[in-house]
């Protein structure tokens, strides 16, 4: 008598979003308001869902609503927890989070960072609205269940107008057209065409996932109060800086710094000199580059670069860092 076939769980996880947006005119592509509809109305009428999931059962919750420029660490702390509990639940195969294209990449970052996933966590979003004529959401939902069926997703990755991008690599890097997203140098991990995925890895490769998270790093990630966190902010190396803003928030109390460098991660000499005093006061300091694409070469004997991260992403990282470092 043969056996019947486990119905695997895919976990849907609503934050807001353009992908959950609406304007008063279905020709509106720009004037909209953010998360407005919930998750359960964004799945409840997409054509070919049953087809995409090929048996597999949906689970809808709606952890936040909100436009993701105003994303926050309190909401960050909450996505992980449910993210957490969900991947903790051996029915559940795989989890895809809706979310707004503004701050994708970053909290892209801080979920791989804290989770290690070795289960697929699919991030989707959208250029338009869920109203307009044109809106791209569905597509790409359909996209990110797709790719949330494939075991080589494994970890955090982001799915928008059929490129699938991986979570250290993903960057938002055009305001308004719907393929707005790039992974730089490194390339996309894959394609999703007729809800068929291509990966581009090469053979025997896998994508960022499989690795056990830190349960000590987890932990004081979910269970810490948030505004107990390290501050960590960005300053920017440009023409004609000076080191005001790194001294305002030195006095601030800031715990860490990330400096974006022009070029090959080069610091004015007005900013260099605020890091270093900045640094003898105990505040940790990292090198990153403005430049979107590429990796910073050489060696910089006065801070630590940042492995290729973006200075938004290694501000992320430095958080982390410093947060875990609180726990010893």
Known sequence: MGQTKKIEKVVVLGTGGTIAGTAASSSEQVAYTAAQLG????????????????????????VAQLDSKDMDHATWQLLARRCAHWLAQADVGALVITHGTDTIEETAWFLQSVLQPSKPVVMVCAMRPASSDEADGPQNLLDAFAVSAQTLAAGVSVVCSGVIHSARDVQKVHPYRLDAFSSGDAGPLGEVSAAQVHWTLPSGATTAGGGKPDEQLLQRVTQSEVSQWPVVEVVLSHAGASRRVVDALVASGVAGLVVAGSGNGTVHLAVQAALLDAQRRGVQVRRSSRCQEGRMVGNSSLWADVDGLTPLKARISLMLALLAESAD
């Open 39 to 62: 998750v359960a109305q964004l799945t409840a009428a997409l054509p070919g869902l049953e087809a995409v999931l090929d048996g597999r059962q949906l689970v809808l919750e709606q």
